[in-house]
């Protein structure tokens, strides 16, 4: 064959394997984003809550997943609180699966404002909460429209993450705790939790309890990150943070968590749309674009 058409082939191959993985739109993204936040805090017991459920229920019906929710009622401070996760899927045959997961309620207290009268206020959470949603509800938005991944999805939104006491591991993540102590098929592949990932100023380290669970999956992620040009995921590990992929660890998931830990806004009123910004969402939502329309 000669030298020419054999570079060609290569050239063709090259462009055909790079334009299969879809543009994450940041801007897109960042409309979800914001239309969670106009609708106010959304703490659990509220009717924004009921709202924000609708809202992720309506958007991802629109993408044609399949939306199941998951409703459940756990008790927090002697007070009963009902909880739903909404589960969507795509390509429910598909046997090989990665679960992607956000948490989409947001805290009832600012209880990190410096005005302890701020304490019982609750937070609009554009952040903390609202970006991660954002991220998955684009990915659900793309997934319609392309071509299928090389992988059946499932986004998984919990509830009732975010209610928690310092210090006591066991009163946060509720709504992800209950899905993974009641998952009865077979696991997905892998399994990303994405939270605090709309900071304008966005920094990611290696996550500690995923880092020691999941090792090659960080690797994975981080290194697409890495090729794709994204210097926002730093190679070190720090924190321990008890956040939704935790429970997931403890019932055998191959599960990490992407998140930006150093936010000064956290659980503040300042946790507001305009401290995050659509590009940081395009960072995190293009890696996972690569990461599940990549055959492995
Ligand atoms: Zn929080």
Redesign the pocket.
């Known amino acids: 064959m000669p030298k020419y058409i054999l570079l060609m082939i290569i050239a063709i191959l090259l462009f055909s394997c790079s334009s299969s993985i879809p543009e994450f739109d940041g801007e897109e993204a960042f409309t979800f984003l914001q239309a969670q936040c106009d609708l106010g805090p959304r703490t659990p017991g509220s009717d924004e809550i009921e709202l924000c459920r609708n809202y992720i229920t309506g958007e991802l019906k629109k993408y044609g997943a399949t939306v199941n929710k998951q409703k459940f009622t756990t008790v927090i401070n002697k007070n009963e609180y009902d909880g739903i996760n909404i589960i969507a899927s795509f390509y429910p045959r598909m046997s090989r699966r990665i679960l992607l997961g956000a948490h989409y309620d947001t805290?009832p207290w600012a209880d990190k404002e410096k005005d302890s009268n701020l304490h019982n206020t609750p937070i609009i959470g554009a952040n903390?909460a609202a970006s991660g949603v954002a991220v998955l509800l684009e990915l659900a938005s793309i997934i319609s429209q392309k071509q299928p991944p090389q992988f059946g999805i499932d986004l998984v939104f919990f509830d009732l993450e975010?209610m928690g006491e310092y210090g006591n591991n066991e009163s946060w993540c509720l709504g992800s705790s209950y899905f993974a102590e009641n998952f009865t098929e077979v696991k997905p592949e892998k399994a990303i939790i994405v939270d605090m990932i709309g900071d304008t100023d966005l920094e990611i380290d290696m996550e500690y309890f995923s880092y020691h669970n999941s090792p090659n999956l960080v690797n994975e992620v981080w290194d697409t990150a890495k090729d794709l040009g994204f210097t926002e995921f730093k190679s070190k590990i720090t924190n321990k943070i008890y956040d939704d992929h935790y429970p997931l660890i403890v019932h055998g998931f191959n599960a990490i968590d992407i998140i930006d830990f150093e936010y000064p806004f956290?659980?503040t009123l300042e946790d507001t749309p305009d401290k995050c910004s659509p590009h940081s969402l395009y960072v995190v939502g293009q890696t996972l674009l690569n990461i599940i329309y990549t055959e492995k």
Do not use: G, Y
Request: zero cysteines; aromatic letters at 20%.
């Open positions: 805290r903390d975010d956290w659980h």
